[in-house]
């Protein structure tokens, strides 16, 4: 997880405690930010967090947005509340002469996911991983 992602969720965690991040990517000069919310993510939400984060508009733009159909997978509570869903997995470095995997969640402890895709059933640690996300079936 990038030290930005650190660095929204500690200080939405005090300003915001019901928002989860999702995912945080730095761009140039924006962040991308990825929410959720136990009520759903409506525009007065992504605008409540915008507004909670000065220090970051101080720096960067922000975008704040829902995580959509193709939901951002960050995090080992991500993949666990996925096992069963379809999801694309990137890696930083190729596992198995590959760089990315698509399949279905079939297992997330706490340091690797699991997932079966068209080659095989592959583990890949969380460090590994660049990026990830759910798949429309």
Do not use: W
Not at 12 to 32: F, S
Not at 73 to 85: E, M, N, Q
Not at 102 to 108: F, Q, R, S
């Amino acid at each position: 997880m990038s030290t930005i992602q650190t660095d929204i969720e500690a200080k939405l965690a005090e300003r915001e405690p019901e928002v989860e991040v999702l995912l945080a990517e730095v761009k140039g000069d924006l962040v991308e930010l990825y929410i959720d919310h136990p009520d759903g993510v409506t525009l007065e939400l992504c605008e409540r967090v915008t507004h909670a984060l000065p220090e970051l508009l101080e720096e960067y733009g922000l975008t704040v947005s829902s995580p959509g159909i193709e939901r951002p997978l960050s995090k080992p509570d991500h993949f666990r509340r996925f096992i069963g869903r379809r999801a694309r997995v990137r890696t930083r470095e190729a596992t198995d002469g590959h760089k990315s995997f698509t399949g279905e969640l079939v297992g997330a402890s706490d340091s690797e996911v699991t997932i079966a895709a068209d080659t095989g059933v592959v583990s890949i640690p969380y460090d590994a991983i660049s990026r990830s996300n759910l798949v429309e079936s």
